[in-house]
């Protein structure tokens, strides 16, 4: 793929897994992060970052346009932040701040992580910042959003001990249970995998359509969004065996 991307929440759980995909998928690929990602090759190029507020600051320094695909694995828990206010914070206003620069400068696709039973009418705080996230990132108008909606995910959590607890419960009865069921749990390198696979599968099917109606490419497209749901992110990533 001859493009460039660029992706925060790097070091999360998803987040290094996709580091890792998009850097061999994309000919560049740009990683705004407090931290070095674990993995790091010669296509990324880094852009550390002590707060998140400053985004627009980087933003001025890096080449993003319309031959940039983004992606958000940006997240925490209200556990980790410390308060409500600073969990919506980072999960909402960060998403929304990130993915309106990258709006402003011309890119078309974005990919955004978010989670299964994100509702704006939830009681849980979770589920409604992260719907909230969802339908304002969907206002913009991408010309084509993916939102991720993943289970229960499967990998080493730092300061998250109620899953940590419930990985290693699944983890005996993961035989018994069919990956055909909703709430089936998915690692996160699964996910990673499926955003990087609809990333490029994206791109395949644009190439196309470009060539079948280039007489029509400086029409203005209308958004699309696609729901990417665990269910569908298990089937695309099943290993038969």
Not at 102 to 117: P, T
Not at 147 to 155: A, T, W
Not at 231 to 236: E, I, T, V, Y
């Amino acid at each position: 793929m001859q493009q460039k991307a660029i992706l925060i929440g790097a070091t999360g759980l998803v987040g290094q897994h996709l580091a890792k995909q998009l850097s061999e998928l994309y000919d560049t690929l740009i990683v705004i992060a407090r931290r070095p990602p674990r993995y790091i090759n010669a296509s990324m190029r880094f852009y550390q970052v002590s707060d998140f507020d400053n985004l627009a600051d980087v933003f001025a320094n890096i080449g993003v346009d319309a031959t940039t695909d983004a992606f958000s694995c940006l997240g925490t828990t209200k556990k980790q932040a410390g308060s409500d206010e600073a969990f919506r914070k980072v999960d909402y206003d960060y998403n929304v701040s990130f993915a309106k620069l990258c709006f402003d400068r011309g890119v078309k696709n974005f990919f955004l992580l978010s989670a299964m039973n994100a509702d704006v009418d939830s009681r849980f705080l979770y589920n409604r910042v992260k719907a909230e996230t969802e339908q304002t990132i969907m206002s913009l108008g991408f010309e084509r959003l993916a939102v991720f909606r993943p289970s229960l995910l499967l990998g080493k959590h730092k300061g998250r001990p109620i899953e940590s607890i419930s990985q290693k419960a699944f983890k005996i009865i993961s035989p018994l249970v069919s990956e055909s069921l909703p709430l089936h749990p998915i690692s996160a390198k699964r996910v990673a995998i499926s955003m990087a696979m609809t990333a490029h599968d994206m791109y395949e099917r644009r190439k196309y359509s470009d060539y079948r109606s280039e007489s029509k490419l400086s029409e203005s497209k209308p958004s699309m969004t696609d729901i990417i749901e665990n269910k569908q992110m298990l089937a695309m990533t099943r290993v038969k065996k």
